[in-house]
């Protein structure tokens, strides 16, 4: 056992991650020296993963509010009224070190943590998606984390019964010592019914729900909030360790206790466990909370103090009842086969004391862990940007056509059905458009379980290369694909929420990379009234001093008040007319087709010109909605050739179309990544009515062609079939995974 009163030395200090002059403030503010229990508390409150002390000042620029905005930031998770008395309740969440140290357990607890986060609010979990980013596919790790990781998502995902709806998987080098897995859960909830997290009430019981507390996990906060180095495998037991089916238990007995009236306050234990939760709870309600630990239910002997409190063991939750109703509550939770003990109560003291085994191992100012928080404005460089690149600049293929098969088959253009289907996409009965089109889409149910018009649409995007070059561009361009993907399915987007990833923000660059990112998303959410409403930041993805790319990831939601008039991606109809909505493709610079075929990266990302994406989703959504449309992709990474392509390996169709010679080079109107663009197929006979309507609206609008046929050819530059371009696209990913260990 580890005794209390360990002496607190520097290395110690160091070992918590607290910088001197922070442990300095501790001084200040408690007046003596701490605990080896309170250093740990501090160590958990303060570290970078639960303070957000490198980016607060900043994320307080972005745009939270907006009319149909309920809860912003500060919760457990965002929550946005989709009318009929109904919310959706959303957040994404990262687990990057842990899924790096042990995979599957890492990404498990990661879908684990975000489900508890939607159904803490009172809502039940509809649907997930996941992005993942992983190292080069010929580096020794990447096999392993990339079945790892999809194991975990899958396997507690499918378990627990959330169907998985959307998501996105990556590979570069940049990613090799330092993976990424960002996981994103909504869940549905009355709007009169939404529970927070902030304390009420004075001689409360404060009550622990769920799982037993073991070891697993301690320190974990503090552990990914720093770089990773050669002391990687000793990290390894604070990865926790994830059961699928006690949080489907913990989630039932929730809501069953949630509608008893019993709930004035609830708080999942997520980072840091006991310690967050707790001081959280009881500062936002101005309240002190008293803990006795001797009644936390254990799952090993002899824990100490310092153990419970920051042990990240799962599926747990902490909760202040109403006194009259514990008989009924813990009922619920006994039924459930789940632990229910009374563990402390409010005071109103504004004090977090903490007992065991009859002693008073923590006293601590309880506003102070978490207000008195450090808040850096840390020094950061404006980054500097790529000059022009001319499209005549960037060389054209010998053979477009076998440029195009190239970046279909290559490891970040080729088909992810090798990972989505390791997940349930269908669990619910209410999915309508499952992974690998441009947005998920679910049926929305009522709060009596009956089947509505309504859905929704969910989308996850970011382009870490453009961030790279130019982050408020990137940072752009990730609101404004992910906006773009839930207009393309005919849904008014309605929010977002963000997980920025970035390396050490104690190097100027990086710093300057994640406040030139923050910008460019707080302008696109401004422009698209797309605001923020949750987040989170994980910070310190280096390993060795590498950092990962810019990869601030955007999940968001979109509403389809008539689930019926949608569309996807697939050609669908002989005979219909393909159409290129926006300009003629012409940017190269930091294009797929750079990378993947020339094998060179330079130029500036793609401008993102906000007030045109607007006016341009704006147009394509009600289109869609009326029936005009029979198909709708937006246009990203491989520009108008990979997306003519994906649309008819997705319906088994061909096209032929033709492009205009005197609108720039063919390959830079092929591969060209220019921003707020669709390419649609609607009929003929619909096509001079829409024309005229893009005409008077100021919408570039070009008839590309024809659907039909088994190929796709674009006149006079390429012909492939339908069944060669599937072949290319389906098959990298499961010969990879097949391969021999790297």
């Not at 997980?499 to 100027?508: I, V, Y």
């Not at 990544?673 to 003929?684: G, I, K, N, S």
């Amino acid at each position: 056992m580890i005794p209390n009163d360990i002496a607190i030395t520097p290395d110690l200090i160091a070992a918590h991650g607290l910088k001197p002059d922070e442990y300095d403030r501790i001084l200040e503010l408690i007046g003596r020296e701490p605990t080896f229990t309170e250093l740990g508390i501090f160590s958990a409150m303060w570290n970078e993963h639960c303070s957000y002390k490198s980016s607060k000042k900043w994320l307080k620029t972005l745009p939270t509010k907006g009319p149909r905005v309920i809860q912003g930031p500060g919760e457990n998770a965002g929550v946005v009224d989709i009318g009929d008395g109904q919310t959706i309740v959303f957040k994404m969440e990262s687990h990057n070190h842990p899924s790096y140290i042990e995979p599957y357990q890492g990404a498990a607890t990661g879908v684990g943590g975000i489900l508890r986060d939607v159904f803490t609010m009172g809502a039940r979990p509809v649907a997930a998606m996941n992005a993942l980013r992983f190292g080069a596919p010929d580096h020794a790790r990447t096999r392993h984390l990339v079945s790892g990781v999809v194991a975990g998502v899958g396997g507690y995902g499918n378990s627990f019964g959330v169907p998985t709806v959307g998501g996105e998987v990556e590979f570069d080098a940049a990613y090799n010592g330092n993976c990424l897995v960002n996981a994103f859960a909504a869940g549905l909830a009355d709007a009169d019914k939404i529970f927070l997290s902030e304390a009420k009430g004075v001689g409360l019981p404060v009550v622990y729900l769920g799982a037993k507390t073991g070891r697993d996990g301690v320190g974990g906060a503090t552990m990914a909030s720093a770089e990773f180095d050669e002391t990687i495998e000793e990290k390894r037991p604070t990865v926790q360790v994830g059961d699928p089916f006690t949080e489907k238990c913990l989630l039932e007995a929730c809501l069953e206790l949630m509608a008893s009236g019993a709930v004035i306050a609830i708080q999942d234990m997520g980072a840091a466990g006991l310690t967050c939760s707790a001081v959280e709870m009881g500062a936002k309600g101005d309240l002190g909370i008293e803990l006795d630990l001797d009644r936390v239910p254990v799952r090993e002997e002899r824990m100490t103090a310092y153990e419970m409190m920051l042990s990240e063991s799962q599926e747990r939750m902490l909760m202040v009842l109403s006194p009259e109703k514990e008989a009924e509550a813990e009922a619920i939770f006994r039924k459930w086969g789940l632990d229910f003990a009374v563990v402390g109560k409010t005071t109103d003291t504004l004090r977090f004391i903490v007992k065991h085994q009859g002693e008073v191992v923590a006293d601590l100012p309880i506003k102070e862990l978490g207000d008195e928080a450090p808040e850096y404005d840390r020094p950061w460089i404006e980054p500097t940007v790529p000059g022009p690149l001319a499209a005549d600049d960037v060389a054209a293929p010998a053979d477009c056509g076998e440029a195009l098969l190239a970046l279909l088959g290559s490891p970040n253009g080729s088909s992810r059905r090798w990972v989505y289907e390791q997940y349930d996409t269908l669990v619910q009965g209410n999915s309508l458009a499952t992974p690998g089109g441009d947005a998920g889409v679910i049926r929305v149910d009522d709060s009596q379980g009956n089947a509505t018009t309504k859905g929704l649409a969910f989308a996850v995007d970011v382009t870490p290369r453009y961030c790279k070059a130019d982050p408020v561009q990137g940072g752009r361009q990730a609101v404004a694909e992910c906006w773009r993907n839930l207009t393309a399915v005919g849904a008014e987007p309605l929010a977002s929420t963000d997980n920025l990833n970035f390396g050490n923000p104690e190097k100027p660059e990086i710093m300057g990379q994640l406040v030139a990112c923050i910008r460019g998303i707080g302008e696109a959410c401004s422009a698209l009234d797309f605001p923020i409403v949750s987040g989170n930041v994980s910070l310190y993805n280096e390993t060795f001093g590498e950092a990962i790319l810019p990869t601030p990831a955007i999940g968001g939601v979109g509403l389809l008040p008539d689930v019926s008039q949608r569309v996807g991606a697939a050609f669908a109809n002989d005979g219909d007319v393909v159409a290129l909505i926006g300009a003629a493709g012409s940017h190269l610079g930091q294009s797929v087709y750079q990378r993947d075929v020339l094998g060179e990266v330079s130029g500036p990302a793609p401008q993102v010109d906000l007030a045109l994406e607007r006016k341009t989703g704006d147009f394509v959504r009600p289109l869609i909605r009326s029936g005009t449309f029979t198909a709708c992709h937006d246009i990203s990474s491989g520009g108008l050739g990979v997306a003519l392509a994906e649309m008819a390996i997705s319906g088994q169709k061909g096209a032929s179309v033709s492009l205009d010679e005197t609108a720039g080079p063919v390959h830079a109107q092929l591969f060209g990544e220019d921003q707020a663009r669709y390419v649609v197929t609607l009929p003929e006979g619909e096509l001079e009515r829409v024309e005229s309507a893009a005409q008077s609206a100021g919408i570039a609008f070009t008839r590309l062609g024809t659907v039909g046929g088994n190929d796709l050819t674009v006149a006079g530059v390429l012909s492939i079939s339908v069944a060669n371009m599937t072949k290319a696209h389906e098959n990298w990913f499961p010969v990879f995974m097949d391969g021999e260990p790297g």
